[in-house]
């Protein structure tokens, strides 16, 4: 079993100028989360948003790192920045 790699294509919004979407493997694709709630996604593939990188520099060092993250991980990532958005 191959662990699935974070890919990023984006998708404007009226909010933000720049959003993304963040899939898993694009099979299928899942919309996680945008903006900030991307970044704390984000945030626990270890290293990536260390040194100051920002946001958008860390989805760029993401792809270009071809970071992976376990399937199981990134989920409980998004349920955590979710349950954020309900309280």
Known sequence: MT??????EYSPTEHERLPWLIAIDTNPTVRVAEGE???AALAVVPGL???GWGPIQAVYRALEDS????L???QDASDEVHRGDET
């Open 49 to 51: 948003l260390e040194d």
């Open 72 to 74: 199981d991980q990134w």
């Open 3 to 8: 662990t699935p790699h974070i890919t990023v």
């Open 37 to 39: 709630h991307a970044t």
């Open 67 to 70: 970071v992976a993250i376990p």
